[in-house]
């Protein structure tokens, strides 16, 4: 019983969550924006002009930031993967155990 416990806990915590998903929304969302600022940054008439500069310089902060968001989600995606797979594991190695004592 504890062991089918533990296998349904695990389930749960390989979905993404919510909270995940909504991050990842609001990532595509981020990248959507970002190419249309640089769309109209290329429409721009006058790039010596300190306005358009500024909105350069904001531009490629809020890309930087996007692009640390990604490595991060996805790093934390992928030592996800690996708790759950050393969880997994685990629970084989204890059924494993439990059919080894029914025999």
Request: with cysteine; proline share 0%.
């Given at each position: 019983?504890?062991?089918a416990e533990q296998a349904l806990k695990l389930l749960r915590q390989s979905q993404a969550?919510?909270?995940?998903s909504k991050c990842m929304s609001d990532y595509a969302e981020l990248i959507l924006e970002v190419e249309q600022m640089k769309s109209e940054l290329n429409r721009?008439?006058?790039y010596s002009s300190p306005v358009y500069k500024i909105k350069k310089k904001r531009l490629d902060i809020i890309e930087k930031a996007a692009h640390s968001f990604y490595e991060s989600y996805f790093n934390?995606?992928?030592y996800k993967e690996l708790y759950i797979k050393s969880n997994?594991?685990?629970i084989q190695r204890d059924i494993d155990f439990m059919n080894l004592i029914d025999i």
């Open positions: 019983m504890q062991v969550t919510q909270k995940e721009a008439i006058d934390m995606c992928k997994q594991e685990v």
